[in-house]
């Protein structure tokens, strides 16, 4: 039997002013977990669509198993026992969970009516043996992000596939679900599927994969045994310099409140209870105050309830004194609130407009943009684009004009943090999992850039999932758990240890606002 699952030889792989994929070479073994590092950009999901049908190469071949194959498409790729997870998930919002996973391998008899009770009985005993419980029955728009990332990996399990695709898997997984996928990918490992699992996170890498192949602006740089080499090795062959593991920041006296939030509550959309409960807090000016907490404990709909994205049951929200309770949206940018969205593509951007419209989102209506007859100063929007594509290193390939939709996961999400933090008439930036889906060298650039706001005496509320940035980025954490606030921390005076017990509710303190 062939050594490799899988061989990618010689694959080019070109888009309108951009070389995605250089002449990469990249092999699987049998059983391994084959980490693929590098920067936003850098060519790594791309070549991953090529295996999985999306994308034909212009150059190169495929083998599995020893044997040249032709993918043509998905279908063709699912045939050979290949399956991905996405980066941003394929799944229909008003479906169920179940209808999901089985979506395109419906249990059918002769006659064409669908078998869900063998479905269902296969996904629930998957879901036990690999610790990924969903509710199948809820609707996709109903659950949340990491629920979504369970229900992708289980359609991928349920077409008994052998090759598995992980695209940027942990990225929006708290760190208990993280070491539990970490330990799903093992034991799959063991039962003898493969696995190419792309990663930014150097210690997940580290952690679970066998190999790595390193990929910088398309092309390839070298495959290492990740038992042979250490996190500041893989960093620098990633981005081709040494980086800074640790945020630098001066104390700083906080000022006046520039956000109040009192007596915060937020009804579910699927059941009675509350799920955001009279929360109450303040963000001063120079203060980054980072909300903490397992994923699914009301932290989306408090910043939805904050930001105007869902009504709010009661309470007050109160921006330099001016009760925003019942603004929208726009209402609520004018009046001074900058947004870093968690979900990128339904509220960071527009996917079928170009990055430069993506850019004036909140601004295209202003005389600079905007002419007194109404229409668009397309010199000056297309200037100002180019400006912040420049100083936050937003790759595309068009600049200004590239499809917001054409663009890597990354590289839309450092967009949308430019667009946000380069708007100097808000006192506020609401950061949601800024670096979410970002490699290393822009999560010290977006850190800086967050310390850099708080300094110019802005508030910051962070909500992040990453332990690592909660413990280095904030002046103050505030722990939620079961939609209320139950522990206030200086990470100074903390341990990761003791606030996974506040987010565990294993502990809890009373916070007074």
Same mark, same amino acid.
Do not use: W
């Given at each position: +039997?062939? =050594?490799?699952?899988?061989?990618?030889?010689?694959?080019?792989?070109?888009?309108?002013?951009?070389?995605?994929?250089?002449?990469?070479?990249?092999?699987?073994?049998?059983?391994?977990?084959?980490?693929?590092?590098?920067?936003?950009?850098?060519?790594?999901?791309?070549?991953?669509?090529?295996?999985?049908?999306?994308?034909?190469? =212009?150059?190169?071949?495929?083998?599995?198993?020893?044997?040249?194959?032709?993918?043509?498409? @998905?279908?063709?790729?699912?045939?050979?026992?290949?399956?991905?997870?996405?980066?941003?998930?394929?799944?229909?919002?008003?479906?169920?969970?179940?209808?999901?996973?089985? +979506?395109?391998? =419906? $249990?059918?008899?002769?006659?064409?009516?669908?078998?869900?009770?063998?479905?269902?009985?296969?996904?629930?005993?998957?879901?036990?043996?690999?610790?990924?419980?969903?509710?199948?029955?809820?609707?996709?728009?109903?659950?949340?992000?990491?629920?979504?990332?369970?229900?992708?990996?289980?359609?991928?399990?349920?077409?008994?596939?052998?090759?598995?695709?992980?695209?940027?898997?942990?990225?929006?997984?708290?760190?208990?679900?993280?070491?539990?996928?970490?330990?799903?990918?093992? &034991?799959?490992?063991?039962?003898?599927?493969?696995?190419?699992?792309?990663?930014?996170?150097?210690?997940?890498? +580290?952690?679970?994969?066998?190999?790595?192949?390193?990929?910088?602006?398309?092309?390839?740089?070298?495959?290492?045994?990740?038992?042979?080499?250490? %996190?500041?090795?893989?960093?620098?062959?990633?981005?081709?310099?040494?980086?800074?593991?640790?945020?630098?920041?001066?104390?700083?006296?906080?000022?006046? /409140?520039?956000?109040?939030?009192?007596?915060?509550?937020?009804?579910?959309?699927?059941?009675?209870?509350?799920?955001?409960?009279?929360?109450?807090?303040?963000?001063?000016?120079?203060?980054?105050?980072?909300?903490?907490?397992?994923?699914?404990?009301?932290?989306?709909?408090?910043?939805?309830?904050?930001?105007?994205?869902?009504?709010?049951?009661?309470?007050?929200?109160?921006?330099?004194?001016?009760?925003?309770?019942?603004? @929208?949206?726009?209402?609520?940018?004018?009046?001074? +609130?900058?947004?870093?969205?968690?979900?990128?593509? #339904?509220?960071?951007?527009?996917?079928?407009?170009?990055?430069?419209?993506?850019?004036?989102?909140? &601004?295209?209506?202003?005389?600079?943009?905007?002419?007194?007859?109404?229409?668009?100063?397309?010199?000056?929007?297309?200037?100002?684009?180019?400006?912040?594509?420049?100083?936050?290193?937003?790759?595309?390939?068009?600049? /200004?004009?590239?499809?917001?939709?054409?663009?890597?996961?990354?590289?839309?999400?450092?967009?949308?943090?430019?667009?946000?933090?380069?708007?100097?008439?808000?006192?506020?930036?609401?950061? %949601?999992? $800024?670096?979410?889906?970002?490699?290393?060298?822009?999560?010290?650039?977006?850190?800086? #850039?967050?310390?850099?706001?708080?300094?110019?005496?802005?508030?910051?509320?962070?909500?992040?999932?990453?332990?690592?940035?909660?413990?280095?980025?904030?002046?103050?954490?505030?722990?939620?758990?079961?939609?209320?606030?139950?522990?206030?921390?200086? /990470?100074?005076?903390?341990?990761?240890?003791?606030?996974?017990?506040?987010?565990?509710?294993?502990?809890?303190?009373?916070?007074?606002?």
């Amino acid at each position: +039997m062939a =050594e490799y699952a899988i061989e990618m030889l010689g694959i080019t792989k070109v888009f309108p002013g951009i070389i995605a994929n250089d002449d990469i070479t990249l092999t699987l073994k049998r059983g391994e977990i084959h980490a693929l590092l590098g920067e936003n950009g850098a060519g790594k999901s791309t070549l991953m669509s090529v295996l999985f049908g999306l994308y034909q190469p =212009e150059k190169g071949i495929i083998k599995k198993d020893g044997v040249e194959v032709k993918i043509n498409d @998905p279908n063709d790729a699912n045939n050979l026992g290949i399956g991905m997870v996405h980066q941003h998930f394929k799944l229909v919002e008003c479906f169920s969970v179940l209808d999901n996973i089985i +979506m395109g391998a =419906e $249990p059918a008899d002769k006659l064409g009516f669908l078998h869900k009770a063998e479905a269902r009985k296969k996904i629930t005993e998957l879901s036990e043996k690999y610790g990924l419980h969903v509710d199948l029955d809820a609707k996709i728009e109903d659950i949340t992000v990491g629920m979504q990332q369970r229900t992708e990996i289980l359609k991928m399990l349920y077409r008994d596939n052998e090759i598995l695709i992980f695209d940027e898997p942990t990225a929006v997984l708290t760190p208990q679900e993280i070491e539990e996928l970490m330990i799903i990918m093992k &034991n799959l490992a063991s039962e003898g599927k493969s696995i190419l699992f792309i990663s930014h996170k150097l210690n997940e890498i +580290m952690e679970v994969s066998n190999r790595c192949t390193i990929l910088r602006k398309g092309k390839y740089i070298g495959t290492v045994n990740t038992d042979e080499t250490t %996190v500041e090795k893989l960093s620098a062959m990633m981005v081709g310099r040494d980086v800074n593991f640790h945020v630098e920041k001066d104390n700083k006296e906080a000022g006046e /409140p520039i956000l109040e939030v009192e007596g915060l509550s937020v009804a579910s959309k699927t059941s009675k209870k509350m799920v955001v409960n009279n929360v109450s807090f303040k963000v001063r000016a120079g203060e980054i105050v980072c909300i903490a907490g397992i994923d699914g404990n009301g932290q989306t709909e408090l910043v939805y309830g904050i930001t105007g994205l869902e009504p709010i049951k009661s309470g007050t929200i109160k921006l330099n004194g001016e009760d925003i309770s019942k603004y @929208p949206v726009r209402k609520r940018s004018i009046a001074g +609130m900058a947004h870093i969205p968690e979900d990128r593509h #339904k509220h960071g951007l527009v996917l079928d407009y170009p990055l430069d419209y993506n850019m004036v989102l909140q &601004n295209y209506y202003k005389p600079e943009f905007t002419n007194k007859a109404g229409f668009l100063k397309k010199k000056n929007i297309r200037a100002y684009s180019e400006k912040l594509i420049e100083e936050f290193d937003v790759r595309s390939g068009q600049g /200004p004009s590239t499809i917001a939709r054409s663009m890597s996961g990354g590289n839309q999400q450092k967009a949308i943090a430019a667009r946000e933090m380069n708007r100097d008439e808000a006192d506020l930036l609401v950061a %949601v999992q $800024p670096t979410r889906g970002l490699d290393i060298g822009a999560i010290e650039f977006i850190h800086k #850039k967050l310390i850099a706001e708080r300094d110019e005496g802005k508030a910051v509320l962070l909500v992040s999932l990453e332990l690592d940035e909660v413990m280095d980025v904030p002046d103050r954490i505030l722990v939620m758990y079961e939609g209320e606030i139950v522990g206030e921390f200086d /990470p100074k005076n903390v341990t990761q240890e003791e606030l996974g017990l506040y987010m565990s509710g294993a502990k809890r303190d009373e916070v007074k606002s």
